[in-house]
């Protein structure tokens, strides 16, 4: 059975940084697309990034574009969203999310794309 765990949230100050990253287990993790989510309080779940399964094409949200960079590791069963110059705004629960793919360079945007999810990590952002 798939399963995502993701790790790397905390409190940070506005302006800082942080590494997020997401362990996948039970799936072929060079088969999946993988993609970062975030809902915040009160709000729907909202795409943040994306990247292929051959890790060679990657697409953010122009909400996190220019502070944000996503890779994966084929190796490690790994993904990781590097965000920098964190805004309150960016202060949300982040999810990673995966799905079988054969394009090796498709990349997915849509919550209801994908069919794997983590459980989340809380990201706080104070000014």
């Known amino acids: 059975q798939a399963q995502l765990v993701e790790d790397g949230g905390g409190s940070v100050q506005e302006g800082g940084s942080l590494r997020l990253s997401c362990a996948a287990s039970?799936?072929?993790?060079?088969?999946?697309?993988l993609g970062w989510f975030r809902q915040a309080p009160g709000k729907e779940r909202e795409f943040v990034s994306a990247?292929?399964?051959?890790?060679?094409?990657?697409y953010y949200a122009d909400s996190v574009k220019g502070r944000a960079t996503v890779s994966r590791d084929n190796a490690l069963n790994m993904v990781y969203l590097q965000m920098n110059s964190l805004k309150t705004d960016d202060t949300a629960v982040y999810y990673c999310?995966?799905?079988?793919?054969?394009?090796?360079?498709?990349?997915?945007?849509?919550?209801?794309?994908?069919?794997?999810w983590g459980q989340g990590t809380q990201v706080t952002v104070s000014s």
């Open positions: 990247i292929s399964r051959n890790g060679e094409d990657t």
């Open positions: 039970g799936l072929t993790f060079s088969d999946v697309a």
């Open positions: 999310a995966a799905r079988a793919t054969r394009v090796y360079s498709a990349y997915y945007s849509q919550t209801n794309q994908y069919p794997y």
